[in-house]
């Protein structure tokens, strides 16, 4: 099981980004004490995604982060109607799937099912 993803993101994109990440499904959670002045955590059933705050953020151009969502096509239209443009790509294991920018520039991908 992966328990966590940490993404960089400039301070100032904070709200906007656990924004994205709660329309993926996800919740704002407490992080410990000692990193509270420099990353914000969101969770979802076991798994986390920890935005770690930083001047000169880096994002992957290729590298991603992949999410199965619960109900794809409503997730998609949350996504379409906050300003993001989800772009559809091959469904290599016969479920749809898309990628979207995340704020901070991560690219994330949405799935309507696992590969099996």
Known sequence: MLQHVALELDPAARREAEEFWVLLGFELVEPPASLRERSSWLQRGSS???????????????????VVAEDYEATLDALRAAGYQPEQRS???????AF?????????EVMAAPPS
């Open 91 to 97: 469904e290599h294991w016969g479920a749809p799937r």
């Open 100 to 108: 979207v920018q995340a704020p901070g520039g991560h690219l994330v």
């Open 48 to 66: 986390q995604i920890h935005l770690l705050f930083s001047e000169e953020p880096m994002a992957p151009p290729q590298g991603h982060a992949a």
